[in-house]
T-cell receptor
Framework: AQTVTQSQPEMSVQEAETVTLSCTYD???????LFWYKQPPSRQMILVIR??????QNATENRFSVNFQKAAKSFSLKISDSQLGDAAMYFC??????????????FGKGTKLSVKP | NAGVTQTPKFQVLKTGQSMTLQCAQD?????MSWYRQDPGMGLRLIHY???????DQGEVPNGYNVSRSTTEDFPLRLLSAAPSQTSVYFC??????????????FGPGTRLTVT
């Protein structure tokens, strides 16, 4: 069974600095998706970034980028120029691309990010 | 588009009571899921549906029922509430084509407390 591990329960970063959140996963599949979701205090789950396993190029979305190491099964999130609004819980998630039970997300336990002014 | 909507936002139940959490989406997504979020546990799948009339169990289905009579709606029923069902519940939907499922979009969640 696939598992997702986030080894950092809490992280802290100074405003305008860069922070990296770690995620590792375990799977025997070659085709899958990886995601980072942000959950602010409002509780809404917001998709930050998506990586398709067959793409070697790391995904980027504005200040957010990932370091995807498929062989090492590692998927870290880098937040550049951190802003106060980045403070939230961040969840790493894995999913196989097809439907049925494979189409559901498997989540890590989350990393709580604090941003200091 | 309203996206994925959930009602109610908050609910308090007494042990043994039943209720239905509502979920609706207006994106014509075939794939819908229910997750629960507990402190330190991330989100765990309760039930999911790949289309109208088709549902299946996820990781933690006990104590919950679902049905999918339309593409838009996917209600979650608590049959006899227990304190262990105190949690935040999220509904999510995904677009799928040719069997391939894409990003899941989440509703705002329902915070349920069972006393």
């Amino acid at each position: 069974a696939q598992t997702v591990t986030q080894s950092q329960p809490e992280m802290s970063v100074q405003e305008a600095e860069t922070v990296t959140l770690s995620c590792t996963y375990d799977t025997s599949e070659s085709d899958y998706y990886l995601f980072w979701y942000k959950q602010p205090p409002s509780r809404q789950m917001i998709l930050v970034i998506r990586q398709e396993a067959y793409k070697q190029q790391n995904a980027t979305e504005n200040r957010f980028s990932v370091n995807f190491q498929k062989a090492a099964k590692s998927f870290s999130l880098k937040i550049s120029d951190s802003q106060l609004g980045d403070a939230a819980m961040y969840f790493c998630a894995y999913r196989r691309p097809y439907g049925g039970s494979q189409g559901n997300l498997i989540f890590g336990k989350g990393t709580k990010l604090s941003v200091k002014p | 588009n309203a996206g994925v909507t959930q009602t109610p936002k908050f609910q308090v139940l007494k042990t043994g009571q039943s209720m239905t959490l509502q979920c609706a989406q207006d994106m014509n997504h075939e794939y819908m899921s229910w997750y629960r979020q507990d402190p330190g546990m991330g989100l765990r799948l309760i039930h999911y549906s790949v289309g109208a009339g088709i549902t299946d169990q996820g990781e933690v289905p006990n104590g919950y029922n679902v049905s999918r009579s339309t593409t838009e709606d996917f209600p979650l029923r608590l049959l006899s509430a227990a304190p262990s069902q105190t949690s935040v519940y999220f509904c999510a939907s995904s677009y799928s084509t040719s069997g391939r499922v894409y990003e899941q979009y989440f509703g705002p969640g329902t915070r349920l407390t069972v006393t």
